[in-house]
């Protein structure tokens, strides 16, 4: 199957199911902000969950792998945190403490995984 096809059939799943709560909090009189905040969870699972597919490109090296995904979670995921409201953003110092924070919680993930598939999944 396509990878873009594999793409949109991982990421669909969370959007909609997101989005459909963020419409029900909102018919529910929730606060804007905690309806935001889920929909923002839902387009951030979306993009996580459809970058998968990259991990499954055959010829690709994990390093290559790593980059590209790195590369898609920073335009994608990096901007979303930006607007979420989840962090104060007033200026350019506060975008580089969310950025930093988007880095350890990155390494943290992949640490995670490393360590799972060394000496975990044998």
């Known amino acids: 199957m396509n990878y873009l096809i594999q793409a949109f059939i991982r990421g669909i799943g969370p ?15 929730k606060a804007p ?19 998968s597919v990259l991990y499954e490109i055959e010829g690709w090296t ?8 790195h590369l898609a979670m920073l335009v994608t995921v990096y901007p979303l945190l930006l607007v979420s409201g989840w962090f104060r953003v007033k200026t350019w110092v506060d975008a580089l403490i969310v950025l930093g924070i988007f880095y350890l919680v990155g390494l ?7 360590l799972y598939s060394t000496f975990i999944k044998r």
Do not use: R
């Open 33 to 51: 902000q905690e309806v935001k905040g889920v929909f923002i969870s839902g387009l951030i699972m979306t993009v996580v969950a459809a970058a």
């Open 15 to 29: 959007l909609v199911v997101m989005s459909a709560i963020s419409l029900l909090m909102k018919n529910q009189g």
């Open 108 to 114: 943290a993930i992949i640490a995670g995984f490393y």
């Open 62 to 69: 994990f390093k290559k792998q790593l980059i590209v995904h």
